[in-house]
Antibody, heavy 126, light 109 residues
């Protein structure tokens, strides 16, 4: 079965750190860009970060730049999100998603997310 | 990276058609035919239902259709069914990143 499964979410104090993991199965993980998308309670979806299939490129939403770090280990079919200096506004369900796009030589255009995990909850509170 | 604008809620009766709008700018929806839509039931992960403005993944009902005009994309659901009650979110290419709408809650009366 083609699926993604996240783990690592928990309650953490403001200023703290947390590392999320996502394991893919049923498809060739190393062939795909992967993203983290979050959803704050009662709010809409927000793209957070993505990483190229070989780990050579990544992108972040402005609000997490310098605090979050995305990485991957293709040998373990895994994507990670290291979250540092956490704030209350980072509270959300974090989804791992397979990120489809169109490559044009030196640049890539994002297109859609065709596979999602079930999400893991991160709560930032004292 | 600004969000796209969707109505907070829409409603319709079984058998009717509804349309959900998604308004962006010339930097996202207006620049690319790369709009996708996601269905999300309570407590569940999003599910892709439309990509490339008007393409449907395998297994998605043909009651779902998409369109775009200028900076605004639209999702139409025809022949509403009770099972369509969910949140619907649009998403657009914003270069090498994604921009989402705030989501629209569909209520089937």
């Amino acid at each position: 079965e083609v699926q993604l499964m996240e783990s690592g979410g928990s309650l953490v104090q403001p200023g703290g750190s947390l590392r999320l993991s996502c394991v893919g199965s049923g498809f060739s993980f190393s062939d795909y860009w992967m993203s983290w998308v979050r959803q704050a309670p009662g709010k809409g979806l927000e793209w957070v970060a993505n990483m190229k299939y070989d780990g050579s490129e990544n992108n972040y939403v402005d609000s997490v730049k310098g605090r979050f770090l995305v990485s991957r280990d293709n040998a373990k079919n895994s994507l990670y999100l290291q979250m540092n200096s956490l704030r209350a506004e980072d509270t959300a369900v974090y989804y791992c998603a397979r990120d489809r796009g169109d490559d044009y030589g030196d640049y890539r255009l994002f297109n859609y997310f065709d596979l999602w995990g079930q999400g893991t909850l991160v709560s930032v509170s004292s | 990276q600004s969000a796209l604008t969707q109505p907070a809620s829409v409603s319709g009766s079984p058998g009717q058609s509804i349309t959900i709008s998604c308004t962006g700018t010339s930097s996202d929806i207006g620049s690319y035919n790369l709009v996708s839509w996601y269905q999300q039931r309570p407590g569940k992960a999003p599910r892709l239902i439309i990509y490339d403005v008007n393409s449907r993944p395998s297994g998605v009902s043909n009651r779902f259709s998409g369109s775009k005009s200028g900076n605004t994309a639209s999702l139409t659901i025809s022949g509403l069914q009770a099972e369509d009650e969910a949140d619907y979110s649009c998403c657009s290419c914003a270069g090498n990143t994604a921009s989402f709408g705030g989501g629209t809650k569909l209520t089937v009366l």
